[in-house]
């Protein structure tokens, strides 16, 4: 255990205090046993200096977690990394917002065209549930370091009153509950949040709100992209995303998809023991096997 502090620098840039109890939840949530996680702290402990980036201290966890745990735990570990390689376009992280819905029991379609009161909207998902009507916007970034200012919410709200005009005309709309959302893979700022509270826009990101963040609700459909994945590489990854492959859920029901890629029948065992890790207890893989029908 250090006795001194250090000052490090996250993605945002603001420096703060190296605090090992952070280190430690995100170790926890990636499944790694006590005696690991206490190994890995203090090996980071051991070349911390003031100065140091959060992503350096990232990496050499991450390193040692490969080092010495099973690949699904290096995986889990990456989740929030992972989502940011969902990219270079925002469609796959799009789509993996859309499976969550779904697995929540959301009736969803992803990237479609609706018709508003005054013009029409490419709408990045639509979710339907019982009486809930939701218009989804997905805004994804590769860059941690960038926030989902005001502007974001402004622009959202503007196209959801648009479209929420027009739905409800349609008949059976008057007593459903329409909301938009903006989904994002990094953060927003204050003003952001504040507006999206004060107007009723539901704000999504990787920690926010406290219940119900993008976090726990991946962690509750235990659904994890194809990114996460550590026996597959950069452009192996990308391959699955350019084919609309994101889940490992979807490599575990249809594993010749790994066929498409010309990837070695020893390799794609490793890759499937690995995804089937991750797809957690095999009721999750039935119930979404449903949904998918």
């Known amino acids: 255990m250090i006795t001194e502090s250090f000052n490090i620098i996250k993605a945002s840039g603001e420096e703060v205090v190296f605090n090992s109890d952070k280190l430690k939840s995100s170790l926890q949530r990636s499944g790694a046993d006590e005696k690991i996680i206490k190994e890995i702290i203090d090996e980071v402990e051991g070349v911390l200096y003031n100065g140091m980036t959060t992503k350096e201290i990232y990496r050499k966890a991450f390193k ?92 959202i709200q503007s196209r959801f009153k648009d479209v929420e005009a027009q739905w409800e005309k349609q008949p059976g709309h008057d007593t459903k509950f329409h909301q938009g959302w903006v989904v994002t893979n990094t953060r ?73 890629i010309q990837i070695s029948a020893k390799r794609q065992k490793n890759i499937l023991h690995e995804a089937h890790e991750l797809c957690t207890k095999k009721i999750k893989l039935e119930k979404w096997k449903a949904i998918k029908k």
């Open 64 to 155: 040692l977690l490969r080092q010495i745990s099973p690949p699904s735990t290096a995986a889990r570990y990456k989740l929030k990394k992972a989502i940011f390689e969902l990219g270079p376009t925002g469609f796959p992280f799009e789509k993996f917002v859309g499976a969550i819905l779904s697995y929540e029991g959301f009736r969803t379609e992803v990237g479609v065209i609706v018709k508003g009161h005054c013009v029409n909207h490419e709408v990045d998902v639509i979710a339907q549930k019982d009486n809930k009507h939701f218009m989804i916007e997905c805004k994804f970034h590769s860059d941690q370091g960038r926030f989902c200012n005001i502007k974001i919410p402004l622009y």
């Open 188 to 260: 927003f700022t204050s003003d952001a949040i504040q507006y999206g509270n004060c107007m009723g826009l539901m704000l999504l990101s990787w920690d926010y709100p406290k219940k119900g963040s993008l976090k726990e609700r991946i962690d509750a459909s235990g659904l994890h992209p194809i990114t996460c994945l550590t026996s597959l590489t950069k452009y192996e990854k990308q391959q699955l995303l350019d084919k609309e492959i994101v889940l490992c859920m979807d490599l575990c029901n249809q594993p010749k998809l790994l066929n498409s």
